[in-house]
């Protein structure tokens, strides 16, 4: 009987302690909030929440947080909760991953579309990769070369993987190109033979093709006429290239025809006050002259000169030989701009130019040796005629009278050449001689002529 008794007893504390064992040891229920959490590399992680019960009791107040999340670099990190109750300590484990689901992206250098010769192989142009974690993977990116495309793939250290292509055409578009030897427009004079100056060809695909390049048309040098002959070639795949020379047989200079006529031709205008009064003497003369005229005085007289019938030629725009004789090109820029003065006035396009200093000029060499040998030969095959002068009245300081003018004129007219005279409308001196010269040759035989196209070059020799 008291056996049992005391096994009632011991048995009472053992549930007792088992009771109170239970209560103490017994977790508590962590409620995370969102539980295991995963982040996109950058994004800032925040504490979700949590709550922490026993019995019905809260101890969330209580927890202790633990543990560092780097939203800068990808990887596994665990955020413990950690709960003291009743001298038992009781822990919860949260898991961040921080991760990087952004593809690398790859930048192609040149065309994702490009062709290539047909008989050449493409030339990497390069490319570039950024990726939003590893930055620069230009280095890792794999290359694979296909029949009709490359294809660029690269894969980030969190393993996304981009792949690009770029297609390859093998094909040549791109026409060839002929260059002439010489000028595009070449004049030539009755008579002479014609040799082709040269040309050659290239294409981009097939280097020099001079060789295949095929010549049409013909140059009749014994019959005045403009000639054209083509230039044509064909790349390998089929391009064409088309280029045209135009070259004209024209009647070589003389200084023996045109007896007994004279060329008055006026330099360096117009000026109000005298080219105005010499266009007034010229028409009640009923006689045709010549207007080397400048970028100076008023359009109007440009105007005059061409309506009441003379020829307005082209002398310079500035008058500044260190311009005109500075360069081929400096030459051409300034006549150039008197000739678009006349254009612009009268609607012509003069091609009769004068020399500022006649083509013998010297002073030329002080700015460019030679000019004058390229030059006279360079106007010429580019169409235009020059007129130097074998009487010179002297009006450009010689002398400043007008019977000085008067008697340089008329005692050096010939009836055995034409007698190109060298005059300034510049000059009151000037204006003030011409009737009696134009009395002195009507009454002496003479005939009066203005420069036409076909007028005979009249050429002093060339000094530089
Ligand atoms: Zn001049």
Redesign the pocket.
């Known amino acids: 009987m008291k056996k049992k008794y005391v096994i009632c007893i011991i048995l009472s504390i053992l549930i007792i302690v088992g009771g109170i064992s239970l209560f103490l040891f017994l977790p508590p229920n962590f409620n995370l909030k969102k539980g295991d959490i995963s982040i996109e590399y950058g994004k800032k992680y925040t504490e979700p929440g949590f709550e922490v019960t026993k019995f019905g009791k809260d101890y969330s107040k209580k927890v202790k947080i633990k543990g560092k999340v780097n939203n800068k670099k990808v990887g596994t990190y665990k955020i413990t909760y950690e709960v003291k109750i009743f001298g038992i300590t009781f822990k919860k484990e949260r898991t961040i991953k921080i991760t990087d689901d952004e593809k690398p992206v790859i930048t192609l250098i040149g065309n994702k579309n490009t062709s290539v010769c047909p008989n050449k192989e493409y030339e990497e142009e390069g490319y570039e990769v950024t990726d939003n974690y590893d930055k620069d993977l230009t280095d890792k990116v794999k290359i694979t070369k296909k029949e009709n495309e490359i294809i660029y793939t690269v894969t980030d250290s969190s393993g996304n993987k981009t792949t690009v292509k770029r297609k390859i055409t093998k094909e040549d578009k791109t026409a060839p190109q002929i260059t002439l030897k010489g000028n595009k427009e070449i004049s030539i004079y009755l008579g002479n033979t014609w040799t082709d100056p040269g040309f050659s060809a290239s294409d981009i695909c097939d280097g020099d093709i001079t060789s295949n390049v095929s010549k049409e048309g013909n140059v009749n040098t014994n019959k005045i006429g403009t000639y054209k002959i083509t230039y044509k070639v064909k790349d390998k795949a089929s391009n064409e290239a088309v280029i045209e020379r135009t070259v004209k047989v024209i009647n070589k200079p003389t200084t023996s025809s045109g007896k007994g006529i004279i060329y008055l031709t006026f ?2 205008g117009p000026k109000e006050g005298t080219t105005n009064v010499i266009l007034d003497i010229l028409k009640e003369e009923g006689v045709k002259a010549t207007f ?1 005229v ?1 970028n100076n005085g008023p359009d109007y007289l440009i105007q005059r000169e061409y309506n009441e019938g003379h020829t307005v030629g082209l ?2 725009a500035s ?1 500044n030989y260190s311009i005109v004789y500075k360069s081929v090109d400096s030459y051409y820029n300034d006549l150039t701009s008197v000739q678009n003065r006349v254009k612009r006035l009268t609607g012509y396009t003069s091609k009769i130019i ?1 020399f ?2 006649g083509s013998s000029n010297t002073v030329s060499k002080n700015y460019s040796k030679g000019i004058m040998t390229i030059l006279t030969k360079d106007v010429v095959n580019k169409g235009y005629r020059y007129y130097d002068w074998n009487i010179s009245s002297g009006d ?1 300081g010689e002398t400043t009278s007008s019977s000085g003018v008067y008697n340089n004129v008329i005692k050096n007219l010939s009836k055995n050449r034409s007698n190109m005279i060298l005059m ?1 409308d510049i000059k009151p001196y000037t204006r003030d001689a011409l009737r009696n010269i134009i009395r002195y040759g009507k009454n002496n035989g003479y005939t009066f002529e203005k420069i036409t196209m076909s007028t005979p070059m009249v050429t002093h020799g060339v000094n530089n």
């Open positions: 330099d360096d080397f400048t002398h310079t008058h004068r500022p200093g450009a300034h």
